[in-house]
């Protein structure tokens, strides 16, 4: 009988990974963050540089929350739903690859008290 602990070593996180990621690119404003994440109803937005011409998609560089969004409405004195996300957002981006396994994942998110981690492809950008 396979013991719980050691299933969970064995466990690629790509058997539990969402291929809902929503993106935005870091020049954006934090209403449309929040709007997207209505619209999508998710809990996060992950937030891309700006794309380059060697890298059209853009490069993860952080994520917005559903909890930082209620967190700067409620404490931030200079509160502006036109504010760049990249102001507000969580950096630097902590990630796992696709050939994490749920363990190592699921030690990362404690590890840092964080609820949510993107999952990156061999070729470091976000797999879906």
Known sequence: MIDIAEKIKNTDIT????????TIAE??????ASKLMYQNNVGSVIILQSAT????EGVPI??????DIARIVGFAQAFSPT???SEMMSKPLLTITTS???KESADLM???NIR???VLDSKMTLAF
Request: glycine share 2%; no cysteine; aromatic share 0%.
């Open 62 to 67: 952080g994520i917005v929350t559903e909890r």
């Open 100 to 102: 994490s396994s749920l």
């Open 15 to 22: 058997n539990l990974m969402t291929n809902r990621v929503i």
């Open 53 to 56: 011409e060697i890298d059209s």
């Open 110 to 112: 404690q590890q840092n």
């Open 116 to 118: 949510r981690l993107p």
């Open 27 to 32: 020049n954006q404003p934090l209403q449309e």
């Open 83 to 85: 504010m760049p996300i």
